[in-house]
C-alpha cells in the first residue's frame, strides 16, 4: 500500500512537471548587450560539439568570482532558471537529488543561473533555501542565457571536460535521464583520435551530367564533436559540417551545379578534392582527403526544339494556350522561355516547366482574335551556354480547343535550319 501510494505521487509530480516544462521568457533577454559590462554578445544558437564560452560571474552563496574556465576538467551541468518560473520550482527537487548523487564526485559540478538579472541577490539567496539549493548560483550577469540562445526555462546544459558542448535540454527530461549523460561523460575515455576508413564517393567520374553524389566514410570513436567536408573543384569550394553526429558511417550529399563542373572542366580541372576533418570530445582530431574523378563532356550542339502540342480553351476574359515543346541537347538543357507575338508585338512570355524532356508552358487570358497569325518563339539553352530561339507560326482557332498542329510551320530562318541562335535573330533586327 505505501509503495502503491510512493508510486502513484511519483507519477503525479512527473506528471506535474512534465506538463508545465516548456516555459517561454517574454519579458527579457531581448538584448544581445551584457548590461554590467556593455560588451556585445554575439546571439550563437549553439549545438552540441561547440565550444563554450567563457565567462566571469560572481557566485551569490558564497560571493565569489567563478570563471567558467575554472571548471576545465570537470562535468558541468548548467540550470537555466528564474524564479517566477514554476517548472524551474518543479525540477529543483530532482536536480538536488542529482547534486546529491554526485556529491563525492570531484569531476562534476552543478550550478543554476538565473535568467532574471532583474531578481535581487537576498531574494535568490532566500529561494535557495527554499529549496535546498546546495550548489552554485549565480545571476546572468554575462548574458550567457542569451549567447546559447536559451528561449525557454528551464533548460539544462551540460559540459563535458573539454568545456564541449555535450548535451541541451529545454525543460526538464529527468533525473535518470540526466545523470545517464553525466555517468556516460564520466566514464569517457576517448583518448585516441577517430579512426577514418573507406572514404569514397558513390559516383565517379562526377560530371555535369552525374553531378549530385554521396561522400561517405566509415569512422570509429566513442563520441564525435563533428564531422566537417570541404569540397574543392578547381576555384569552387563547399564546406559542410556535422556537429555531434553518430559515430559509424557518415555521409556527405553534395549537389553540384553543372555550370560549375562545365566552367572548372573547361579550365582542364580533371578531379575534384574533399577534405574530411573529424574531431572527437576530446579535441583528437584525423583529417582525410578524397580525390574523385570529373570528366569533361563535350557540348558541341545547341538544343534541338520540337513542337508537341498547342491546345486553346475558351475564357471570358481571353484564350488560355496550353503549349507542349519537347527540348533535347548533347549534354543538358539548362531552361527554356516561351514568348507568343502578335503582330510583331510581344503579347505574352513565360519560364517553361519541364518533366523530362517534355517543356510546357500555360499562358493565361490572352486577347487573341478569331483566325490570328501568332508566332510562337521557344528559347532554350545548354549547360554550355549554347542558346536558340525557334519560332513557329500558328492560327488562332478561335475558340475551338484541340490539337493544333496541322495549322503549324515552322518558320525558316535560315535555309535548311529552323533555328537560330537567339543573338543572330537580334542582330537582323
Ligand atoms: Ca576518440
Ligand atoms: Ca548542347
Avoid at 560588451?39 to 560571493?63: C, F, K, R, Y
Avoid at 514554476?86 to 543561473?113: H, Q, T, W
Avoid at 549567447?147 to 558542448?165: C, D, G, K, R
Avoid at 576533418?277 to 563535350?298: C, E
Amino acid at each position: 500500500m505505501i509503495m502503491r501510494m510512493k508510486k502513484v505521487s511519483f507519477i503525479l509530480l512527473t506528471l506535474l512537471v512534465l506538463s508545465s516544462v516548456l516555459f517561454k521568457i517574454t519579458n527579457i533577454h531581448s538584448v544581445s548587450t551584457n548590461p554590467e559590462t556593455g560588451n556585445d554578445l554575439t546571439p550563437n544558437l549553439v549545438n552540441a560539439g561547440e565550444e563554450a564560452i567563457d565567462w566571469t560571474m560572481e557566485e551569490i552563496m558564497s560571493d565569489t568570482s567563478k570563471t567558467f574556465s575554472s571548471f576545465a576538467g570537470k562535468v558541468v551541468l548548467i540550470d537555466f532558471f528564474a524564479m517566477w518560473c514554476g517548472p524551474c520550482k518543479a525540477a529543483m527537487p530532482y536536480l538536488r537529488n542529482i547534486n546529491d548523487y554526485y556529491a563525492a564526485e570531484p569531476d562534476f559540478v552543478m550550478m543554476s543561473v538565473d535568467t532574471d538579472i532583474s531578481e535581487q541577490e537576498a531574494a535568490i539567496e532566500t529561494f535557495a533555501g527554499t529549496y535546498n539549493m546546495n550548489w552554485f548560483i549565480f545571476r546572468d550577469t554575462a548574458s550567457i542565457s542569451n549567447y546559447y540562445e536559451i528561449s525557454a526555462i528551464p533548460t539544462l546544459m551540460i559540459f563535458n571536460q573539454y568545456q564541449y558542448v555535450y548535451y541541451v535540454e529545454e525543460g526538464f527530461g529527468g533525473e535518470e535521464a540526466l545523470k545517464g549523460i553525466i555517468d556516460e561523460l564520466l566514464a569517457m575515455d576517448d583518448k585516441t583520435a577517430p579512426i577514418l576508413s573507406n572514404f569514397e564517393s558513390d559516383v565517379e567520374p562526377i560530371s555535369i551530367l552525374d553531378s549530385t553524389f554521396t561522400a561517405s566514410v566509415d569512422i570509429t570513436d566513442d563520441a564525435l564533436r563533428f564531422v566537417e567536408y570541404e569540397l574543392t573543384l578547381g576555384s569552387y569550394t563547399e564546406g559542410r559540417k556535422f556537429w555531434s553526429p553518430d559515430s559509424g558511417k557518415n555521409e556527405c550529399e553534395f549537389v553540384l551545379d553543372p555550370i560549375v563542373i562545365w566552367n572548372e572542366t573547361q579550365n582542364s580541372i580533371t578531379s575534384a578534392t574533399i577534405e574530411i576533418v573529424v574531431q572527437d570530445f576530446r579535441g583528437n582530431q584525423t583529417t582525410d582527403t578524397l580525390t574523385v574523378d570529373v570528366a569533361k563532356l563535350p557540348d558541341t550542339t545547341p538544343p534541338v526544339i520540337t513542337l508537341d502540342s498547342v491546345v486553346e480553351i475558351d475564357g471570358d476574359y481571353g484564350q488560355t494556350f496550353d503549349i507542349n515543346v519537347t527540348i533535347t541537347d548533347d549534354t543538358m538543357v539548362l531552361g527554356a522561355t516561351l514568348e507568343i507575338w502578335t503582330n510583331g508585338k510581344l503579347n505574352a512570355s513565360q519560364v517553361m516547366t519541364n518533366v523530362g524532356d517534355t517543356y510546357n508552358a500555360k499562358l493565361y487570358s490572352l486577347k487573341v482574335g478569331p483566325a490570328e497569325e501568332l508566332v510562337i518563339k521557344v528559347n532554350a539553352n545548354d549547360v554550355s551556354g549554347k542558346n536558340i530561339t525557334v519560332e513557329f507560326n500558328y492560327t488562332v482557332t478561335s475558340g475551338a480547343a484541340g490539337f493544333a498542329l496541322p495549322t503549324i510551320i515552322a518558320l525558316f530562318v535560315l535555309s535548311g535550319i529552323i533555328a537560330v541562335p537567339l543573338q543572330r535573330l537580334a542582330k537582323k533586327k
